[in-house]
């Protein structure tokens, strides 16, 4: 039986193997042949057109002037290749493969509505000069999906249409992954690298540069984008909205959106803004018609507009409903406006763990008559001297801020450049952040709580105070009962040692300085539930969970 199960797959590995055809490109070849590497297709849409579903397509180096439509079918079309016969291994940067469009149609046009099995990929061409680099036709249609936009370069596509959304990548569908591509110099009203054309459902956006954007009508100027999904380790750079107005706009980098129809959640993380620029709000980011964002470890640095609101705007829809945004572990520095930094009207912020510095003004809120809307700031280092628990006002100490190194120094260890270096002195923002927040990510030691900005709890955070080691263990001191009732004794502990204790909210409930060896703290006035209890001896910081159960 088991014998006859694993013939079963084979014969199933080899059908799947087999169906799925090779097809050659060659725009070099005089004429175009049968699709061998031997006889290539002299143009892509040729290939296209001969492919059946889940075909590859592999494309040689050079420039082909066409407009290639992908309709009703999901082929992987691979750019790269060396061609004269040879198709084994892709090289994109050695075998630059262009396809050069026009103003009168996208570079490359898909078209799916209706159920199509298998994948769409497109890797390793230079898309250029077309009226959209690459437009995605079928949104409406739970078909239009698993699509990857993969290692291209798309560039000086789009036009200045101020109805146009996307010019360099004109998205819809679902399962779309647009990743580690090169999307610079694309003009559209909106959305000039990536705008919607439908909203997009669990899409993923990584790990690409979106440079040099340029939209003309009043909003988003690398990035137009709705629906559901996460936008993730990329760099904007140079990006800018509203050319056509110039005197107002909004979100030079990204504007988040929601219309009627459709409810908007994304996920922001590990990406770099920086250099991007609207004439009034949001410089960098604009959340807007009632959205919910979350922003985690985020760099948003050297922005510009004329108004507050120079790196975020949070808006309303205008209807009474504010748009939602959390924001944790992100650094925000180098924005100077005659208003503030991040300027929320009539929407709920929630910011933690996190820097602001050198903004000029860091914050500015106002309610616009909706009821629910309020900007909460904890655990935050803000020059602007925020209230708010945990907040605290001092020079965060950047590694290099003019160099964009947002780093925090530290003696004890400091990321750069793949390697750790002693600085002179410590940041105030090393074990800042919420007692209950996750630190696990961070490099030992780690004082058991959280950095405060875009580094803080991952692999690059600064090291606590320590020993001076590159590992310390736990202090040695216990701490008994626990569970406890109605009090508890921690020992032994140097004279002199601080001992903190913060609930799960944050809040610090008991604060001392021992004179003794042993010291007994009364639980007595506690709460049932879980408290963090924070020992401080010679620079550094060791915590422990501790549960009250009466």
């Not at 925020?386 to 160099?403: C, M, Q, R, W």
């Not at 004179?515 to 620079?539: C, K, L, P, R, W």
Request: proline fraction near 3%; charge should be negative.
């Amino acid at each position: 039986m088991k014998k006859t199960i694993l013939l079963i797959s084979f014969i199933v590995c080899c059908l799947a193997t087999f169906g799925q055809n090779q097809i050659c490109v060659d725009g070099s070849v005089s004429s175009s042949g049968n699709g061998s590497a031997s006889s290539p297709y002299k143009t892509i849409q040729a290939a296209v057109n001969a492919a059946a579903n889940g075909d590859i397509i592999k494309v040689a180096k050079g420039t082909y002037s066409e407009a290639v439509r992908i309709e009703q079918k999901k082929v992987q079309l691979l750019g790269g290749f060396a061609g004269s016969g040879n198709f084994n291994t892709a090289n994109p940067e050695a075998n630059v493969t262009i396809i050069n469009g026009t103003s009168a149609a996208p570079c490359i046009y898909i078209y799916i509505d209706v159920e199509i099995s298998g994948s769409l990929i497109i890797n390793g061409f230079t898309i250029r000069n077309g009226q959209r680099g690459i437009e995605f036709y079928g949104g409406w249609s739970v078909n239009l999906n698993n699509i990857t936009i993969e290692n291209n370069i798309i560039e000086n596509n789009g036009t200045q249409d101020l109805d146009q959304y996307g010019g360099g990548i004109g998205l819809a569908g679902t399962n779309v992954k647009i990743l580690n591509n090169l999307i610079r110099n694309n003009e559209a009203g909106k959305g000039a690298a990536i705008g919607v054309m439908d909203p997009p459902a669990n899409f993923l956006i990584e790990g690409n540069r979106i440079e040099n954007n340029k939209g003309y009508n009043d909003h988003a100027g690398g990035m137009a984008i709705n629906g559901t999904g996460t936008i993730t380790r990329n760099i904007f750079d140079g990006n800018v909205a509203s050319l056509y107005w110039k005197n107002y706009g909004w979100g030079g980098a990204i504007l988040i959106f929601a219309d009627s129809s459709t409810k908007t959640t994304v996920s922001l993380s590990y990406n770099t803004y920086r250099n991007n620029s609207a004439p009034s709000r949001g410089g960098a980011i604009f959340v807007d018609d009632g959205s919910t964002a979350t922003m985690e470890h985020e760099l948003i640095y050297n922005n510009k507009s004329a108004e507050s609101g120079s790196a975020i705007y949070v808006d309303d829809d205008g209807s009474g409903h504010g748009s939602t945004l959390n924001m944790n572990n992100c650094t925000v520095s180098g924005h100077s406006t005659d208003g503030a930094a991040m300027y929320v009207n009539g929407s709920v912020v929630q910011v933690e763990n996190s820097i602001f510095w050198n903004n000029g003004s860091d914050f500015q809120f106002v309610a616009n008559g909706v009821s629910q809307a309020k900007l909460t700031v904890t655990y935050t280092l803000t020059q602007q001297g925020y209230t708010g628990t945990g907040n605290i006002s001092s020079n965060p100490l950047f590694a290099d801020a003019a160099k964009g190194d947002f780093h925090v120094q530290s003696r004890n260890g400091r990321f750069s450049d793949g390697k750790w270096i002693n600085d002179s002195a410590n940041s105030p923002a090393i074990d800042a952040g919420n007692p209950t927040s996750d630190f696990s990510n961070e490099p030992e030691p780690n004082g058991g709580r959280v950095n405060l900005g875009c580094y803080g709890n991952t692999a690059e955070a600064s090291k606590s105070v320590g020993t001076g080691n590159d590992k310390i263990t736990q202090l040695p001191w216990t701490m008994s009962p626990n569970p406890a009732k109605e009090n508890i004794t921690i020992a032994p502990l140097p004279i002199g040692s601080s001992v903190n204790i913060f609930d799960l909210t944050g809040k610090k409930v008991y604060s001392s300085v021992v004179s003794n060896e042993q010291t007994t703290i009364s639980t007595a006035h506690f709460a049932n539930g879980v408290y963090f209890v924070q020992v401080t001896t010679n620079g550094i910081v060791d915590s422990r969970k501790l549960v009250v159960k009466k």
